[in-house]
């Protein structure tokens, strides 16, 4: 078992593997799975800073796309939260996402947060691709600001 993880481990540490891993890892950290993808981004321009902005491209995409999964489950739970509409938090939370609109998807990148709102933002029907462009923004910028002094603090 043991050769097995060094295997992977050694597969993972090449430019052309891990960036699959910043995508995968990137991906499920935005679905509604406890999951972080910064180690994984910081680690990998650390290793390898000529790649900075491929890895900040492939972790937006993988967490926008997770992003995008997570509001078809919202559309798809819609239902499921009927028995909550009447509750005051829930009115409220509904009231403001439905001002905001798609901009509130802006928000995305907040840690526990986050996720949830892509969620929300289905299940409000909101637009898909407006919604998208947004989670696009706030993550990306998420991404290059994290890494951006992460870089700067560790260098």
Request: glycine residues 10%.
């Amino acid at each position: 078992m043991e050769h097995w993880i060094n295997h992977l481990t050694a597969l993972l540490a090449l430019p052309e593997y891990s960036l699959g891993t910043v995508f995968l890892v990137s991906f499920i950290s935005a679905t509604l799975l406890p999951l972080g993808s910064e180690p994984v981004v910081f680690g990998l321009i650390k290793l390898n800073p000529e790649l900075m902005w491929q890895v900040i491209g492939v972790a937006t995409l993988g967490n926008t796309l997770g992003g995008a999964v997570d509001w078809w489950m919202g559309l798809g739970a819609h239902q499921m939260a009927d028995k909550y509409r009447h509750s005051r938090m829930h009115v409220r939370a509904l009231d403001w996402l439905q001002k905001l609109g798609p901009k509130a998807c802006l928000l995305a990148w907040l840690p526990l947060v986050g996720d949830p709102l892509c969620a929300v933002a289905g299940w409000l029907r909101m637009p898909f691709w407006p919604c998208l462009l947004y989670m696009a923004i706030g993550k990306f910028l998420r991404y290059l600001v994290l890494t951006s002094t992460l870089m700067g603090i560790f260098s």
